[in-house]
């Protein structure tokens, strides 16, 4: 396994590629409504990415062995979608829940990040609650990131935390180091067994981005070759940060002026964002 140590010059670039992924999330969120498309939010991100940014969005037309090229610049994954759900024509409910993820380039690096909406802002007590239980999965993941610890770490206490709340975690699929390439070793399970894995090391990047299901964790993939679904079709839920090994702890890289708080769970550990 190569893993690629950032230098300071390359981890600037990612602060720069990070935020501006988070931005397209703050741009984008006005228009998560009842009635929109998720073509026409995929649309709008597209220009705001290419226009506005001058960033290229690293989704559209990516083609990792054995998938045909993505033909989006975003992927949009609605209640029982787990991940990868491709835009078309498809408008948009109240009480929806829907996952934006967001992978943008700058100066040949990747900024990647993912949130949440409910649509409407009136979803059922299981969507909000499996939301939220979530993004406190997200943020107990990068609670423990630090040099010297364990990938498994983080697997650990995202797996504990969805499971004592009722819910499963998605096997198949989860996070990866990234710079400049879209996925680079390690892999980060968001399942496992704490003090196993990789040692973490200052200079890693990597996202984390729990896939939480309200029922089973089984898998299907839709014949696009790209959306994941959950077979019994229960909820889905995903939220994804890309963070940084510092010296000392953790900094996330993918912030911005509408990103959503760390939740009151682990507030605590991150006053400077709270």
């Given at each position: 396994m190569s893993i690629t140590i950032k230098t300071p010059e390359e981890i600037g670039k990612m602060r720069v590629a990070g935020r501006l992924g988070a931005e397209v999330l703050d741009y984008i969120t006005p228009y998560v409504q009842p009635g929109v498309t998720t073509g026409e939010l995929d649309r709008l991100c597209h220009d705001y990415m290419v226009n506005v940014q001058h960033t290229i969005p690293a989704p559209?037309?990516?083609?990792?062995?054995?998938?045909?090229?993505?033909?989006?610049?975003?992927?949009?994954?609605?209640?029982?979608?787990?991940?990868?759900?491709?835009?078309?024509?498809?408008?948009?409910?109240?009480?929806?829940?829907?996952?934006?993820?967001?992978?943008?380039?700058?100066?040949?690096?990747?900024?990647?990040?993912?949130?949440?909406?409910?649509?409407?802002?009136?979803?059922?007590?299981l969507a909000k609650r499996l939301c939220q239980v979530t993004l406190e999965c997200l943020w107990l993941g990068i609670s423990v990131v630090r040099p010297g610890?364990?990938?498994?770490?983080?697997?650990?206490?995202?797996?504990?935390?969805?499971?004592?709340?009722?819910?499963?975690?998605?096997?198949?699929?989860?996070?990866?180091?990234?710079?400049?390439?879209?996925?680079?070793?390690?892999?980060?399970?968001?399942?496992?067994?704490?003090?196993?894995?990789?040692?973490?090391?200052?200079?890693?990047?990597?996202?984390?981005e729990p896939m939480i299901n309200a029922g089973k964790a089984a898998i299907s993939e839709l014949p696009d070759g790209w959306t994941i679904v959950t077979k019994d079709r229960s909820l889905s839920a995903q939220w994804e940060h890309m963070v940084l090994v510092t010296d000392t702890g953790v900094e996330v890289l993918t912030l911005s002026a509408g990103c959503p708080p760390p939740p009151a769970l682990v507030a605590p550990l991150f006053p400077a964002l709270a």
């Open positions: 559209l037309n990516y083609a990792p062995p054995g998938y045909p090229p993505y033909p989006k610049s975003i992927c949009t994954s609605v209640n029982h979608q787990i991940c990868h759900g491709v835009p078309g024509d498809k408008a948009l409910k109240k009480g929806d829940i829907v996952n934006l993820d967001i992978t943008v380039i700058k100066d040949g690096y990747h900024g990647d990040t993912s949130r949440m909406f409910i649509v409407g802002g009136e979803g059922s007590i610890a364990r990938l498994g770490d983080i697997g650990h206490i995202i797996q504990k935390h969805a499971e004592s709340n009722g819910f499963s975690v998605v096997r198949e699929f989860c996070g990866h180091g990234i710079g400049l390439k879209f996925h680079e070793e390690p892999q980060v399970l968001h399942y496992g067994k704490a003090g196993t894995g990789v040692e973490l090391r200052p200079g890693m990047t990597f996202t984390i």
